[in-house]
């Protein structure tokens, strides 16, 4: 049985940069195991229910399929009926079907559905782990379909899941094999694995969010509750562990998307209000810089969202200039815009004239929309023209130089494209690098809405690119590339 306080703590709310601590001040190497629940503790909210939910679009469940399934769902918050027969139940209605089916739909839902709900706070916590060396895995009721794409998305080899039977033709039996991954099944088989490995449980980690995990926490060294159900809450205090509590994934409410919307629908009064300015002053420009710092201030209030920054004098020591930000979700521009704030131009590919929204902002915001170049100096010169035009207006640009949302949640910055250091080579003004450290807090990557939350900015010096020549172009990539990683490590201090 752990004892009380066994993993560090003394009991109560601990954060994710204590147990970063702990993890880093701990034993180093394979022979510490971390195991991690998935279903409410990897992921926010339940993998079965974006299963359940593909069926139902698939026409896959008739009426009486969606009657027992409310009633089975009943029955467990009930605790009506154990989690195994719930589970049985499920898997019954896979019968007949092939594993190769259930294999690619896993991949779709994660795809589209679950890559969104995985919590970066317990990334954050997987990466300390990984850079001690621990062993890492996965243990879940769910099956091998719901959970595979997870753990090969976040690079956790090992993985214990429920099994259903397939026969020798790969198809689904409509049965569950023993022993299942629940209660005292999961612990038994975590048990296994440590053991396998030549290790303690003493030394084990344990993060979950279930009841049921009770008897598995009591039984590590280092229990860490997640986001815990009432009973393992109870036993946690009672027990002294420390619990972790985070909220940046979950379920769409009325009131995050009441707050978002709110915010972002201010635009169009404010769009108007901007039109009209920039009527009277015959300068797009002026209308731009009333209207779309007013539409920042009033998305980040109705969200919640804060910015907290570093190196704020850099945003305005050199202009014009290229703007340079990691890319992780649909709001970066946006607070990179919320701070750099007047003498923005927007750069956007030639085919977007045709987009009716992209159409109505180049009416308010002054937007070049670029010809891909066929790849000569003149050409490319050419291609460049608008933007040049822009920045000798003294507007400045803003680019993620990674090109698109990185997906990977295991890296830090992804690979950097060129066209932004070419061009601001080819216009002779520097770069400034803004490093977004948790975007992801407030938003997914393809989250359409904000949470309220505290988003990290530090803006780096700017880096001037006088004398550099189109073949140092490549090294020069790198070496402000260097620059995000190298800050994502060691953070800057805020400023007052």
């Known amino acids: 049985m752990a004892r009380s306080g066994a993993n560090g703590g003394r009991g109560g709310t601990v954060s994710v940069a204590d147990l970063v601590s702990r993890i880093e001040a701990g034993p180093q190497g394979p022979k510490t195991v971390v195991v991690f629940d998935f279903d409410g503790t990897l992921i926010a ?5 974006a299963f359940f939910q593909a069926h139902l679009r698939k026409g896959d469940y008739n009426a009486f399929d969606l009657a027992e399934a409310g009633v089975a769902i009943w029955q467990s918050v009930a605790k009506a009926i154990e989690m195994q027969d719930l589970l049985n139940k499920a898997v019954g209605k896979w019968k007949g079907k092939k594993e190769s089916e259930l294999l690619e739909l896993g991949e779709k839902i994660f795809d589209k559905k679950l890559s969104d709900k995985v919590y970066p706070e317990m990334v954050t916590l997987l990466m300390a ?12 009721s769910a099956t091998r379909f719901q959970v595979e794409p997870t753990a090969r998305f976040l690079g956790i080899e090992h993985v214990m899941t429920s099994t259903v039977e397939v026969n020798r033709r790969g198809v689904l039996t409509g049965r569950m094999l023993e022993p299942q991954m629940w209660g005292k099944g999961k612990a038994d088989a975590v048990k296994a694995f440590v053991k396998a490995r030549k290790a303690r ?35 946690a205090r009672a027990e002294g562990w420390d619990i972790l509590r ?27 209000t901007g039109i009209g300015v920039g009527l009277l002053t015959r300068n797009k420009r002026n209308a731009a810089n009333l209207t779309l710092p007013m539409w920042a ?90 933007v040049a035009k822009m920045v000798r207006e ?55 809405m904000l949470r309220s939350g505290t988003v990290d900015i530090a803006v780096l010096p700017p880096v001037e690119t006088k004398g550099w020549t189109e073949k140092s172009v490549s090294a020069k990539v790198e070496e402000v590339r260097q620059m995000f990683v190298d800050t994502l490590k060691d953070w800057p201090d805020v400023d007052d």
């Open 297 to 386: 201030d009033s998305v980040m209030l109705a969200s919640g969202v804060k910015l907290r920054v570093s190196g704020r004098e850099h945003l305005s020591s050199h202009r014009p200039a290229v703007f340079l930000f990691n890319h992780r979700n649909n709001f970066d521009a946006f607070f990179v815009g919320a701070l750099v704030r007047t003498d923005l131009a927007w750069v956007g590919k030639a085919e977007l004239k045709k987009n009716p929204i992209s159409a109505m902002l180049s009416r308010l915001v002054p937007v070049a929309f670029v010809e891909r170049s066929g790849g000569s100096p003149e050409e490319a010169a050419k291609a460049l023209e608008p």
């Open 246 to 272: 985070h909220s940046s994934r979950g379920s769409t409410t009325p009131e995050l998307l009441t707050r978002t919307a709110t915010g972002l629908m201010s635009l169009f009064p404010l769009l108007y």
């Open 394 to 448: 003294g507007c400045s640009i803003m680019i993620a130089p990674e090109g698109t949302r990185v997906r990977d949640m295991t890296v830090d910055v992804g690979p950097f494209k060129k066209g932004a250091f070419h061009m601001a080579r080819s216009l002779g003004i520097p770069l400034v690098p803004i490093v977004i450290r948790n975007a992801l807090d407030v938003a997914g990557r393809d989250a359409v």
């Open 45 to 49: 909210g339940y993998s079965a229910s």
């Open 201 to 235: 449980l003493a030394d084990t980690w344990f993060y979950a969010d279930g009841d049921e995990e009770i008897g598995l926490m009591q039984a590590v060294g280092h229990p860490v509750p997640t986001n815990p159900g009432k009973e393992l809450a109870a036993t």
């Open 129 to 140: 782990h990984r850079k001690a060396g621990h062993t890492i895995a996965i243990a879940s």
